[in-house]
């Protein structure tokens, strides 16, 4: 029987005794089991059956023939891993070849993969760069790097960008934890855009907003839809600008729906969150997730009810119970890790997000209503984008304050908070709301632009 035992038992003889255990299975579940339990080789392993596998029907059996031959290290098989890195009709298999010529390190391997590099399959690309960075430092291995930093695929440009020409830069100086002492708290009773203007690049630590409904409620007037995105892309740039290194945006938007204007005419549905995604793509946004916040039905206007009476295919409106919570991240070389060791490790523990988070992408959370304001974040979606996005005595920021509910949590979970909102009642009610539960060196401030701007050091 074949077992695990046994095929090293063989492998240890090395005298072809593999070779021979191999001709004796043709099925690729058997050949597969044999190959996968080889583990580590002896110097002496007789592979000469290994090139047979190569023309496996089985992809999976070609790919572990293909990592077994790595395993070897052998150069004589630099022309048989060449081709397969070029012609297999498995990427896997592509990049296990690819993988096993880098893994052999010599010269002969340097120029294959420098051949691979006009690969057209990114993966493969990428491969061959990684075996090739063994060699940095090399004059010409790296001018050949290099130059892939305008590639046309973006995965290979990051990898380059970071490798060679990302530069360790501290825009303001400030450690990354930290925040300036006139933002903590603070709310300015003016344009978003206008504020963000006075603040040093990478001020702040996260920003959690849901902006103006385009002209659906009547808080904020646009003349079209396209210079309400083109405002938004205006918010979000300079928001990118004072986010800290790799830090989190979290956009919750939906579609909306501008009602008819008479019978005679459709009401008209404007897809917010997929035409603001482009923008925030572009403007060096990483797209991290969406998150649905689903709300219970009988919390929403009922669109269904048409439909209910006539039944008539087309006519179909779905009572939308739903919105986006699109999560982006400032695109940056560094990985998460960096950004998370930045902090001591008490603050890591005390920042530890509690027991009962949310294990999927879907939010069951009811809606909040308000007397004065008309559309309100609810406390619970706060917390847990406060929660799952920032540590203890982080900045958050929220453009689009409204009522405030965002800089009411932030505090009540030992953040500090920022925002700015334009509407004077708006702000007027955010200040009749005003506590002191925590933070007492950092008392709420609400200020005019002015004031704002004397507080600026
Ligand atoms: C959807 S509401 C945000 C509500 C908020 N999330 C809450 O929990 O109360 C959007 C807010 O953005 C404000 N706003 C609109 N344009 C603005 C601008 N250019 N600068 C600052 N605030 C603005 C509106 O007055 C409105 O209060």
Partial sequence: MLTKEYIKELKNRGNGDIGQLINKYQDSASLT?????????????????????????????????????????????????????????????????????????????????????????????????RGLLVFKGNSKIDDNLKSLVNHENEMVRTVIYKEYFAKLKDKNGQPHTESYDYLKNVVVNADTIETMKLLKDESIHLTFTSPPYYNARDYSIYPSYKAYLEFLADVFKEVHRITKEGRFLIVNTSPIIIPRISRAHSSKRYPIPFDIHPYLMEMGWEFIDDIVWMKPEASVKNRIGGFQQHRKPLGYKPNSITEYLMVYRKSTEKLLDWNMRQYDWQTVQDSKVPEGYESTNVWKIDPCFDKVHSAVFPVELCKRVIQYYSYKGDLVFDPFGGSGTMGKTAKSLNRYFFLTEKDENYFEYMKSKKTKEMFDTHETKFLTLKEFKTTIK
């Fill in 33 to 129: 089991f044999i190959l996968e339990n080889l583990g580590q080789l002896p110097k002496d392993f007789d592979g000469s059956f290994l090139q047979n596998l190569l023309t496996h029907k089985n992809a999976n059996v070609r790919l572990w023939a293909v990592k077994t031959i790595g395993k070897l290290v052998k150069e004589d098989y630099l022309p048989v891993l060449k081709n397969i890195a070029t012609i297999d009709v498995d990427t896997n298999v592509r990049r296990e070849a690819v993988s096993s010529i880098g893994r052999m390190r010599t010269i002969n391997g340097q120029s294959v993969l420098t051949e691979i590099l006009q690969d057209n399959d990114p993966k493969i690309v990428c491969q061959a760069i």
